[in-house]
T-cell receptor, first 115, second 114 residues
Framework: DGGITQSPKYLFRKEGQNVTLSCEQNLNHDAMYWYRQDPGQGLRLIYY???????QKGDIAEGYSVSREKKESFPLTVTSAQKNPTAFYLC??????????????FGEGSWLTVV | SQQGEEDPQALSIQEGENATMNCSYK?????LQWYRQNSGRGLVHLIL?????REKHSGRLRVTLDTSKKSSSLLITASRAADTASYFC??????????????FGAGTQVVVTP
């Protein structure tokens, strides 16, 4: 089945540790995104990538890093510099179109908790 | 920064009733989309309305867009318990590098009781 796979679903991080969330898509989409969602709130864009080996900061990139070495993969690392990382993280992808409307497809999300 | 703001924040209705939620935004847009999120899950696309459209239907969903007021509404008719979810509007802003990067609102939480 085509779609976006995020892993792990639940992750616990100790203070001072870096953790990496995996995101893989088999939709052949050019663009990939990482969003953060806090309880009862909307989505905030962390990073996005339009093409392999290129990515841009979103609205809340501090304390996060990404890579885009393959079209289908866009892992997110939550570094120790991120002071409040406990949240629900959503990976997404879309076809790149200009102005005519992108539909974004989401993975099932990963819960990250600092212990 | 979040572009869209949904109203109300929460809505509780009974099965068979209609549910209406609104979205207001601040800047010019190419299009506006509505997404649905079941608790603890990813978002699912519902419907897209372009800036030159005023109304769109999809099954039990009706979306309106008023660009002069910078607002949109989502109507779910004859609601079912399975419609219980959070609903988000997302705007595709007109920018110099516009390619569909969406800004999401905080969502409306809808509870439909049998």
């Amino acid at each position: 089945d085509g779609g976006i796979t995020q892993s792990p679903k639940y992750l616990f991080r100790k203070e001072g540790q870096n953790v990496t969330l995996s995101c893989e898509q088999n939709l052949n989409h050019d663009a990939m995104y990482w969003y953060r969602q806090d309880p009862g709130q909307g989505l905030r864009l962390i990073y996005y990538s339009q093409i392999v080996n290129d990515f841009q900061k979103g609205d809340i990139a501090e304390g996060y890093s990404v890579s885009r070495e393959k079209k289908e993969s866009f892992p997110l690392t939550v570094t120790s510099a991120q002071k409040n990382p406990t949240a629900f993280y959503l990976c997404a992808s879309s076809i790149l179109t200009t102005g005519s409307g992108n539909t974004i497809y989401f993975g099932e999300g990963s819960w990250l908790t600092v212990v | 920064s979040q572009q869209g703001e949904e109203d109300p924040q929460a809505l509780s209705i009974q099965e068979g009733e209609n549910a209406t939620m609104n979205c207001s935004y601040k800047t010019s847009i190419n299009n506006l989309q509505w997404y649905r999120q079941n608790s603890g899950r990813g978002l699912v696309h519902l419907i897209l309305i372009r800036s030159n459209e005023r109304e769109k239907h999809s099954g039990r969903l009706r979306v309106t867009l008023d660009t002069s007021k910078k607002s949109s509404s989502l109507l779910i008719t004859a609601s079912r318990a399975a419609d219980t979810a959070s609903y988000f509007c997302a705007t595709d802003e007109v920018t110099t590098d516009s390619w569909g990067k969406l800004q999401f609102g905080a969502g409306t939480q809808v509870v439909v009781t049998p």
